[in-house]
């Protein structure tokens, strides 16, 4: 299309041009031409379309859409990534059934993985093969399976129990009475909030246990005093983080936009707060964090280290300990008042 030059009169003056002009050193004006030219029977160049989101976004935008925790999404995208590493980075659409039981059954051949380890894999690819990209996986019948080998638990004494908590002290030996007492998931004595405890009638309240599901057990006569003592140097930290501008703590089902104040409340603080400041993974804002589990575990093991203990003792071996004589809490925990530091 010639490029429409000419010289403005008077009379053109009060006619409104099809296109901005743009000037030129020579005083000239020349019309941009428009997204679709019939004379030349083709469109010109236009914005690139948006583009499609990389595979493990995908991934991870599905499973923050249903809801999982952070560990399921860490766990899903690092099972996804060997998977495909695993056939020489070739698309997952370009595999089906054949692939996957060929990286399922190297998994308990080569690496010799435990069968939750490969259930976890297996979990890892279902979604993404129906959730991601919408195909639907057939009977995996070729696949070899890992053995689940049948284990006895680790079940302390009273007396091992004793040992074990007086090994440990502080802010360890308060965790570890919780287990051991109110009948706690690590994960779940860790998240719990300020407002989740009740002196008054003993008790606290347990948010998405296991199944994502809410329970009322007992909180243990015996940590009532030492917990209240803690909590007021929480508070203390509380304080002083408000004073920093900082504060605010993570807030479960975006209540943080029904309710903006929220965060910063002190019945939605940590019972259990981290020493430092911390980046959340995903939105990138940096708050207190409730402890890492690494605390309290390497705490146990160094504890059942010094009282001689077995070196399969963990912190769940503190929940499956079972003393029905001493008021035994229905085969979770019993109630901690023999408990002491």
Not at 19 to 31: D, E, K, L, Y
Not at 92 to 106: D, N, Q, R, W
Not at 223 to 252: I, K, N, S
Request: aromatic share 8%; net charge positive.
């Amino acid at each position: 299309m010639p490029e429409a030059v000419s010289t403005i009169t008077p009379e053109a003056q009060h006619v409104r041009p099809r296109f901005v002009p743009v000037r030129s050193g020579m005083g000239t004006t020349h019309a941009p031409p428009p997204p679709y030219s019939p004379q030349r029977g083709g469109r010109t160049a236009s914005l690139p379309a948006a583009q499609k989101p990389k595979l493990l976004d995908q991934v991870r935008a599905a499973i923050r859409l249903r809801h999982y925790s952070l560990r399921t999404e860490e766990a899903y995208v690092n099972w996804i990534k060997r998977f495909i590493f695993f056939h020489d980075k070739r698309h997952p659409v370009e595999m089906g059934e054949k692939e996957i039981s060929h990286f399922l059954s190297a998994l308990a051949t080569e690496r010799h993985v435990s069968a939750s380890t490969q259930n976890q894999a297996l979990c890892a690819l279902l979604f993404l093969y129906r959730h991601v990209l919408d195909q639907q996986v057939g009977w995996l019948d070729e696949v070899v399976r890992a053995r689940r080998p049948q284990r006895l638990p680790v079940v302390l004494s009273r007396p091992e129990v004793r040992a074990l908590l007086g090994a440990l002290d502080g802010v360890h030996w308060l965790m570890a009475s919780l287990l051991y007492g109110a009948g706690l998931r690590l994960l779940e004595c860790l998240r719990l909030r300020v407002q989740d405890l009740d002196f008054a009638k003993h008790q606290l309240v347990v948010r998405a246990g296991k199944g994502d599901k809410d329970r009322v057990t007992v909180l243990p006569v015996a940590v009532a005093e030492p917990l209240t003592v803690h909590l007021a140097r929480v508070r203390t930290l509380h304080q002083q983080d408000l004073a920093q501008g900082f504060g605010w703590v993570f807030l479960p089902d975006a209540l943080d936009r029904k309710y903006p104040q929220a965060d910063k409340e002190w019945g939605w603080q940590w019972v259990f707060p981290a020493s430092q400041l911390s980046l959340d993974p995903r939105s990138g804002t940096q708050r207190r964090h409730h402890l890492h589990e690494s605390v309290l575990q390497r705490a146990v093991k160094e504890g059942a280290r010094q009282a001689g203990l077995s070196p399969r003792v963990s912190c769940h071996t503190l929940r499956l300990v079972r003393h029905p004589s001493a008021g035994g809490w229905d085969g979770s925990a019993h109630p901690a008042t023999a408990v002491g530091p």
